[in-house]
Every structure is written in structure tokens, then in C-alpha cells.
């Protein structure tokens, strides 16, 4: 466990901190500079695991504004999941997740209005084993953490030195295990919940940080007691564009769309499934229905899910191995391709939507082209299952060409080996991939022209096997660093830093080289410190790099 007695690190106390987790480091290095560990957050101290079993801490990052939502977001390029995991970050650490899934810059809402008449709230009990620092006329504004431990959901202000959450919210009949915040909610309710019974609740963070108790407050409930789904949620997400509509995916395959202004009671009910292995969808007969529709995508359970940016296409990868990537309108399957090894277990897409990145039992992180409807890469450097990727949008490469166009990405993974892993990805590097030479003979290219390669056109539909090791492309790390003592769950990226989540609840916020001191409370002593350590990488980069 990690030891959380020296409280949060600030300026005066780096040296204290030091002494959080013997071996581990307080930074990291890149070519911009040191990564430096700016904040912990975990959960308080006295938090026992015993109610339902043990759950994997997920993260999504929040950000509300002053006041009741302007109807459109005023960051457009900032919605992931780290379910990332958490994310979200469950990550994704949103998601991660902000794999995942979900970092989410909201154009927030005080509206605390319950849609329909359903706000019972039958499965939440209060507990009392964390003080709420709420107040009544707290107005919200802020970003904040938010994040799954044992029975409880916390809230945490990621701009402050505490390492104890501001907000605790307690469920009685079962664990939650997911959620994502709607950076684009047009009325009060932003946050989704899912919980390990299968039961889902939409509600207003900014009600919740109001509030002063230990329970969800004007909690809308779909999905009661399993009644439409007794399977676990893996994962839930907003659908980006969607207005108010949403996605949740269970442990059996099977992932339903809901809208958030409908009645979580409407009667729903879906044919049954005639083969469990073929993609199939079922749109609820009736208006009032909740959910509208189910997709039943895999067998075995779906391990995560992320949608594109512009919400067009739908990425899912599961027990089986299976990444899938679906036309969420059309709900049409596009292309997919299997592991190496093992069940994939988190994706996350780039801004532009031309790569998607998976994690999973075989070790290797996984870039996978669009334009291409295969795997371009393998990332090798991790020592065990990849639980959380990301792409890193507020990086941008030195050397973008002149049409602006992206030609290199920096993104980052973490794994149940306590490691964070950052990498950079330079298309023009990887297009011909070079095998090894072999003893006594010269270079070969693997397939002549990997183009030629690609010119028999893959069928709309088509799941890809799994590619011999021999014909991908390998990559290798940019950096390599334990980052916590126990395994990760997810990472979040963030204009300022790089947040970093374990499966026991404990986050780890990672302040960017070269961040200006407005942005950032303790960024005196971390600007000198980076600055000093690679003048020349660090003036000359970390401007261009990290646009404020």
C-alpha cells in the first residue's frame, strides 16, 4: 500500500515526499524536461474494502464553470476517457479513461431539476466513514477527480494540496465501478454512475458538491435492480454531440443506449439474442422506452469502450479479444482485429480520429490505423497486462509539417506493472517497417511495400486475426517509470499534467515541464528545478509544446 502519511507534497516538503513509497521517484525525465509529482489524492484513511468486494478505482476528470451552462462547451477538443480505463480515468484513469476514458472541460450546469418523476433512490444508504466538506452555497466552479473506491464515489478539487476528497457518496446494495461526466450537458445532469448490479444513475455533479450528505441527491435510476440487465456495467459514456444520450456496457456483451430525459422506468424489452457470436441490434418497440436500443456485440464481456471525438465512430474491445469499431449512426460494424494474445482490455481514440490505441493481456500496446483497418505498430516495453492508454492531445510534435497535419503523437499507457509509459509515434518511421537482420544476411522489408499490402481492400465488417509478431512494426518507450507501488488503473492527460491512477485508489497528479506559474501553485520550484536540468531541450521545446 502506499504510504499516505506525509499528506500532500508541496514546494517546502519535496524532500518529505520522497519518502511516500521507498524507490519510487518524484519525476520523471523527457526531452522537454522533468515531469514533476505535484499532488496525491486518495481516499480517506479509514476506508475499509469490505462491503461488496474488491473493485478496480476508475477516474474522470471534471471541470465546471461559475455559472449554469452557455449550451455550447467552450473547450471543443478536450473529451476523453481515461476508463481509461479511470479511463475515465478509470482511466480508461477517466478510463479511463480518459482510456476513457473522461476528461471533460464542461460548459457545467446548477441546474438540480430531476428528469421524469423517477428520483427514488432505492439502492443508496448513508455511511459515515468520510466527512463531507460540501457546503450549501458552494457554487461548484473548479475541476475535479472523480473516482471509485470500494462502496463509495469521491469527489476531489484537483487544484488543491488536500489529499482527502472533498465529497464522499455511499451505496448501499452494490459497488459503483464506472462513470463519465458530459462536458456538453445542456440541464443539470452531467455524471453517470454504473454499478457492479448492473443499475445506473445520472445525476448533477454540481447538485452533489452542494449538498451536504452522504447520497446521490435528484438521482434519476435506469435499469433498477437489473431489470432491463442483471450483468455488471464495465463502462458507461456520454455519446459526444449526443444531447443527453448515453451508452452502457455489461459484462455479458451487451451494451444499451439511453436517453437521459427520458423516464429511467420506461418499460423496455428486446428479443431474445439468436446467436451470441454475431454483432446484432434491437431498437425497443415503444416511444417511452428506456433504454431505446441494444447492442449485442461480443461474448464475454465488454472490457471497455470509447467513442471518436466527433462521436461518429464507436470503439469496443472485450473479453475476447476483439477490438470492434463501429458507425455509431449507421450501428453498422466497420472493421476490428484481434490481440496477440489474450482479452483486450482498454482503447482510447486520437483527437483527429485516425488511430486508435488498445491495452491488454498480451503486454502490448497496440496502435491501430483507420485509414489502414489493421495494426501499424506494437508497443513493447510493459512487464504485464496494459490496463490504461491515452493519447496526449496538449503535446504537439516539434515538428508538425505545414499543413498543421499531426505527423508525429505522443501517447501514454500503464500496467499492472506499476509503470507508466510514455511514447512517441512518427508515422513516417513505421509506414516500411524493417525487419532485423538476420545472421549473415541484409535487412529485408517485411512485406516489399506495405502498401501493396494494403491494396486488397479489407470488406466492410471484417474482424482481422491476430497479426504474426514478424510483420508489425515495434515500437519502444519514450520513458519508462514506476510510478506507484501498486498496479495501475488508468492515466488522464491534462493541459498542465498527467494524471496517473492505481487500482487501490490512491492518484498521482504529474505537473508537465515548463508550466507557468499562474497555472500552477507550486510551479515555482518545479519551473527552476526543470528549467536547470536541460536548458537548452527546455526553452527551446516546452514553448512551442505545451499550448497554454
Known sequence: MMNTANGMMSPSSSSGATAQSPGLKTYFKTPEGRYKLQ???????????????????????????????????????????????????????LGGSNGSRALS???????????????????????????????????????YLIF?????????????????????????????????????????????????????????????LQDVGKKLVGAQH???????NNSRCTCVSWVPGGDGTFVVAHADGNLFVYEKNKDGAGDSSFPVIKDQTQFSVSHARYS??????????????????????????????????????????????ICGGKSYYGA?????????????????????????????????????????????????SYWSSPNSDDNGETIMYRFGSVGQDTQLLLWDLEMDEIVVP??????????????GSQSSHWDSVVPLGTLQPAPSMRDVPKISPLVAHRVHTEPLSGLIFTQESVLTACREGHIKVWMRPGVPES???????????????????SSKISNSSYKQ
Not at 461559475?66 to 481515461?82: C, G, L, N, Y
Not at 463519465?180 to 445542456?186: I, S
Not at 435506469?222 to 432491463?228: A, E, L, R, T
Open 288 to 333: 417511452k422506452s428506456n433504454p431505446i436500443a441494444r447492442w449485442h456485440i461480443c461474448q464475454g464481456s465488454i472490457n471497455s469502450i470509447s467513442f471518436s471525438t466527433d462521436g461518429a465512430y464507436l470503439a469496443t474491445v472485450g473479453r475476447d479479444g476483439y477490438l470492434r469499431v463501429f458507425d455509431y449512426l449507421k450501428e453498422q460494424l
Open 519 to 537: 497555472q500552477s501553485t507550486n510551479s515555482e520550484t518545479l519551473l527552476a528545478t526543470s528549467l536547470k536540468d536541460k536548458p537548452s531541450l
Open 39 to 93: 499532488y496525491e489524492k486518495t481516499h480517506p484513511s479509514g476506508l475499509l474494502h469490505y462491503a461488496h468486494g474488491k473493485t478496480v478505482t476508475q477516474v474522470t476528470l471534471a471541470h465546471l464553470k461559475d455559472k449554469p451552462a452557455p449550451s455550447t462547451p467552450t473547450a471543443s477538443s478536450s473529451s476523453f476517457s481515461a476508463s481509461s480505463g479511470v479511463r475515465s480515468a478509470a482511466a480508461r484513469l
Open 148 to 208: 471509485n473506491v470500494g462502496d463509495a464515489i469521491f469527489i476531489s478539487d484537483l487544484n488543491s494540496q488536500d489529499k482527502d476528497p472533498i465529497k464522499s457518496i455511499h451505496f448501499s446494495n452494490s459497488n459503483p465501478v464506472c462513470h463519465a461526466f458530459d462536458q456538453e450537458a445542456k440541464d443539470g445532469h452531467d455524471l453517470l454512475i454504473g454499478l457492479n448490479s448492473g443499475d445506473v444513475y445520472s445525476v448533477s455533479l454540481r447538485q452533489q
Open 344 to 392: 483486450l482490455l482498454c482503447c482510447a481514440w486520437s483527437m483527429d480520429g485516425k488511430y486508435i490505441l488498445t491495452g491488454g493481456e498480451d503486454d502490448l500496446v497496440q496502435v491501430w490505423s483507420m485509414e489502414d483497418r489493421k495494426v501499424v505498430a506494437w508497443g513493447e516495453g510493459h512487464n504485464s497486462w496494459v490496463s490504461g492508454v491515452a493519447f496526449d
Open 105 to 143: 472541460f464542461v460548459g457545467g450546469n446548477g441546474s438540480s431539476k430531476s428528469n421524469g418523476g423517477n428520483s427514488r433512490i432505492g439502492s443508496l444508504g448513508a455511511s459515515s466513514s468520510s466527512n463531507s466538506m460540501a457546503n450549501p452555497n458552494f457554487d461548484g466552479k473548479g475541476t
Open 434 to 447: 524493417l525487419r532485423r537482420c538476420p545472421p549473415g544476411g541484409s535487412p529485408t522489408f517485411s512485406t
Open 222 to 228: 435506469y435499469n433498477k435492480d437489473g431489470s432491463v
